[in-house]
């Protein structure tokens, strides 16, 4: 009987301990332990956005609402004509100046070289244009991005808010530019999301 008795015990053990799933075995559901994509992190940059063709030296800026390439093209000026677009906008070089920087103190340049440009925006165009996200570059010969200056004694402004029809812009920005690089610069004026940038070739003078 005692045998018997034994026996019995031993298999109710074991078959209650093959059902019962050993403490904290539990699988973790899938939806609670995988992040859901966020639709707004940061996605690959747009290949067509502008940088490739000889004409547009510099990618466009990506700006909200402007996901695909520009609709409004023109083609490149040299740096004492306009660029001229289909729909009536046009960009061009008002005035050159130049000169050095003479502010002393943390952060300044003293004797500085720099190149003052004035640029005006004329909107011909059937609608208003947002100009708050201007971008400048001067490129140099070799490629090579100029250095804006800031220095009080340049006064600059940039583009800001939205020109409308039949209105223009006017900005000015200054650049670091040396005396013997001022024959052969590009200036890219990428100045809103349904435009190419106005690109002038050419010398400063």
Same mark, same amino acid.
């Given at each position: ?25 539990? +699988? ?6 995988? @992040? ?8 690959? +940059?747009? $290949? ?8 547009? +030296? ?17 083609? @490149?000026?040299?740096?004492?004509? +306009? ?27 003293? $004797? ?9 925006? $004329? ?83």
């Amino acid at each position: 009987m005692s045998i018997a008795a034994l026996a019995l015990c031993v298999s109710l053990v074991a078959c209650s301990g093959g059902t019962e799933p050993p403490s904290g075995a539990e +699988p973790t559901s899938s939806t609670s332990s995988t @992040p859901a994509p966020d639709a707004t992190a940061g996605g690959d +940059p747009s $290949d067509d956005s502008g940088g490739s063709a000889p004409d547009q +030296p510099i990618a466009k800026v990506e700006r909200a609402g402007h996901s695909g390439d520009p609709t409004v093209t023109a083609p @490149p000026a040299s740096t004492g004509d +306009p660029v001229t677009y289909d729909d009536g906008v046009s960009v061009r070089i008002d005035d050159v100046s130049f000169s050095k920087e003479t502010a002393q103190g943390p952060g300044s340049f003293p $004797d500085r070289e720099y190149a003052r440009l004035t640029l005006t925006i $004329d909107n011909d165009s059937a609608g208003p244009i947002d100009l708050g996200t201007s971008v400048l570059t001067l490129l140099d010969a070799d490629g090579t991005a100029a250095v804006r200056v800031y220095a009080a004694e340049a006064e600059t402004s940039d583009f800001a808010g939205s020109v409308a029809a039949g209105k223009t812009a006017t900005a000015t920005y200054a650049f670091a530019v040396p005396a013997d690089s001022r024959d052969e610069v590009t200036l890219v004026v990428d100045f809103d999301g349904d435009h190419t940038s106005a690109v002038f070739r050419g010398g400063l003078d």
